[in-house]
Every structure is written in C-alpha cells, then in structure tokens.
T-cell receptor, first 111, second 112 residues
C-alpha cells in the first residue's frame, strides 16, 4: 500500500490565493519531502523536512509536519499561474533508500 | 548545472520484446533510484543502488532487472514486455541516501 496519501486530489484556485495540500502516511519516517511535477516531466524537489522538525519555509512554501498524526501539509502562498502542477509528498524511512510517494494533488491556478 | 540524463526519451516496443533504459546520474551522486509512473498515477519505487550495490527493492517485477556500473550509470532491463508496462520510467540520483532526489525527464515506454 502507498506510504503517503494526499488530499485533496485536485485543487483549483485563483492567482494570488493560498493553496494548502495535505499528506498522511502510515509508518515511522526519517524525513518527508515534497515534489512538484509538471505534466509529463520529471519531479522537482521542493523541500525536505526531517522527523524532528515541525515547520520549514522556503520562499512562498511552508511545510509542517506532525509526526503524532503522521501528517504533513504544504502551503503555497500568493499562488501564481506557473504554480499549476501536480504536487507529491514522499516519505523516506530510516536507513532506507526507497522513497514512497503519495497519490499527488493536482493544483490548477487560474490567472 | 548537470542534471540526470535518461535515454532514450521515448521508446516503442511490442509485447514480449525487451527494452533497456539508461540513466546517467549527476556527477558525484552515489545513489540512483528507478521509478515507474503509469498514466495519472503516482511514481512507484522500483529499485535503488548505493555505491553500485543494490540497496532497496520496491515493486519491481521479476521480468525487470537493473544494475549500476563502475561509472555510476545505471540500466533498467525489461523483458517479456506487457501492455501494462507502458509508463513513464524515471531515474533519480542523490548525493547520498535519504537526501533530496534529482529526477531526469524520464523515458516514455509504449508497448503496442
């Protein structure tokens, strides 16, 4: 079964609004990562948050991690049309070299 | 900056044929990963290598095998291809395990 499950599956907002995507996972993790994928292209790493961290920022991105609830959220502030893409969370277990991806959220930002 | 290079970008095969996909990681990255992504699906981890040794195995069919060579490039060999093998195959590399992965643009494999 998949390690990470994301919601919503699809999100459509207007430019300038904030977008929040959530991810839940099932097992203990070493870290959780968020990736972005434009249609038919490779995934691009956005941010990594370790299991002992609760919040991390990178530009317009804010990621939170709640290990007690086994969940994470990605907030994109002041969204732009260029943010339109699929966003995946991925979890890496301790000492494992395999990363498990969630189902992804398809974000559409309308200009 | 150098990125992960995958070849070929597109590949068309027929059922029961074989295919070989190649991946050239970013220089000095010692970990390579392979993923399969079906249409509208999330990437599924297949297999990874650390310092040329297989390190983890995911949902890779027995018909598939992979290896990492002395120059750190990796190849995914696929035999007895089935229609369901049609997908995007991504390779990624990272400087070390559990670090952010850098993805190539993938090989789109179509089975007729």
């Amino acid at each position: 079964s998949q390690q990470g499950e994301e919601d919503p599956q699809a999100l459509s907002i207007q430019e300038g609004e904030n977008a929040t995507m959530n991810c839940s996972y099932k097992t203990s993790i070493n870290n959780l990562q968020w990736y972005r994928q434009n249609s038919g292209r490779g995934l691009v790493h956005l941010i990594l948050i370790r299991s002992n961290e609760r919040e991390k920022h990178s530009g317009r991105l804010r990621v939170t991690l709640d290990t007690s609830k086994k969940s994470s959220s990605l907030l994109i502030t002041a969204s732009r049309a260029a943010d339109t893409a699929s966003y995946f969370c991925a979890t890496a277990m301790y000492n494992n070299n395999d990363m498990r991806f969630g189902a992804g959220t398809r974000l559409t930002v309308k200009p | 900056a150098a990125g992960v290079i995958q070849s070929p970008r597109h590949l068309i095969k027929e059922k029961r044929e074989t295919a070989t996909l190649k991946c050239y990681p970013i220089p000095r990255h010692d970990t390579v990963y392979w993923y399969q992504q079906g249409p509208g699906q999330d990437p599924q981890f297949l297999i990874s290598f650390y310092e040329k040794m297989q390190s983890d195995k995911g949902s890779i069919p027995d018909r598939f095998s992979a290896q990492q060579f002395s120059d750190y490039h990796s190849e995914l060999n696929m035999s007895s291809l089935e229609l369901g093998d049609s997908a995007l195959y991504f390779c990624a590399s990272s400087p070390s395990p559990n670090q952010p992965q850098h993805f190539g643009d993938g090989t789109r494999l179509s089975i007729l």
